[in-house]
């Protein structure tokens, strides 16, 4: 019965360890991919009642590159397809954790502790109990540091939370302009309605290029509705957006210049109405954006956390150290500091929620270089993380939106 269960124990050890390698591999070699999706055509079939032809949708076909690596994308969580961690990969997180993005961060102040660890068991050895002090001290303080803890993370989650709903507040605005002037405006206005969609598909460029304050290349599509001034783009990212807001309500003016009939069609001068109202909302939504990417958590917040961390988990081991053995004193602090270090970083990470993901094909993100010559800081995170690791990929949202808007664009009417 015993050597039964002992197979049983090291058969699915070892396919779990087997499962968290191909999970470790692809959560380090896998490059960040913009959201693609494949709209199929309809496929058309004659109408018995009528004996006109009526189109019957199909559903989208699946990547093929994901059908053959099924089983490393059935253990990765997807935004898009609605996938989430679940209790039952625990023991994969927990073994793919040396290859995590947060201890790669935090490892230099978790090797501190270490050596502080090893010089208060030296210490200890040297002078005996002269060295400990009470564990009286790191009780008291433990409450406090973890509400600190937990105040920092929920702020940082929070203004997380908030830039996604901005990016959901753009899609949804840019959708309803899109249609409200495909259908509404163009046929008394198709002039300066095809030039307004023109420039609502080339927004989210702007949008993203302003959420990573200038740090990657304005796209093409929408550098070409711009006047050619990079400089100033760089010194104010807001500058490409507020431009084509600006182009968008002369677009629409043109519109009711246009139309004959805008002077005396209550319906039309309400929906000429509504798509300025709508881009006043693009406006609100942009400086938003502009608000979370330049206004921190309060640096002095973040600096007391820190000391109080250092502190509290520097004297950690001379409160251990006589209490218990020498290598489960390490074990602790080590313990101690990659949970509590790592839950610091994470409210860090995700302050600043947007990230520059790469893109493949012809939306391919280039990023600007500093004076040293290197990418900035959230152009490198996008490259070395999965989208919705530690942020939000922007420029994977703005490609998504752009793409729906062509597609709502190039539909004909019924």
Known sequence: ????????????????????????????????KAPSFEVS????????DSGQAAAVPVAPVAPADKEKDASIYSRRPSADAGIRYNSNDWFVNFI??????????IKNHVLSNVVISLLAI????????????????????????GLLLSYRTNSAYGRFWEARGYWTKTKVTCRNLAILMKYHIGEHSPKATEKFLKLITVYPGAL??????????????????LPDKPLEYLEAPNLPAVLLLIELQKALHEAKQESKSAK???????????????????????????????????????RHTSRFLTIWLGTLPYALVG???????????VAASYCMLGIEEI??????????????????LYSTLDEDGEASALIKRGRVTQPYDIGIPVCSLAAQIRKELKHIIALEDH
């Open 347 to 364: 409210g860090h990470l995700i302050e600043q929620p947007f990230l520059g993901d790469p893109l493949d094909g012809e939306e391919k």
């Open 1 to 32: 019965m015993r050597n039964s269960l002992l197979f049983f124990l090291l058969l699915t050890s070892g396919s779990a360890v087997n499962a968290a390698t191909r999970a470790a591999e692809a959560s380090t070699n896998v490059v960040s």
């Open 264 to 302: 005396y069609d209550l319906v039309e001068a309400a929906h000429l109405n509504a798509a300025a109202h709508l881009i006043d909302d693009l406006m609100l939504n942009m400086a938003s954006c502009e608000k979370i990417l330049r206004t921190p958590v309060p640096w002095t917040y973040s």
């Open 96 to 105: 793919t954790a040396p290859v995590s993005f947060t201890l790669k961060r």
């Open 122 to 145: 030296y210490a200890h050895k040297q002078f005996g109990d002269q060295v400990s002090i009470p564990m009286t001290g790191h009780s008291l303080l433990g409450s406090s540091l």
């Open 323 to 333: 209490n218990m053995k020498p290598w489960l004193v390490v074990a602790i602090v």
């Open 208 to 225: 993203m290029f302003l959420c990573l304050g200038g740090a990657a290349k304005l796209p093409d599509y929408t550098q070409k509705y």
């Open 41 to 48: 055509t309809p496929e058309v079939v004659p109408n018995g």
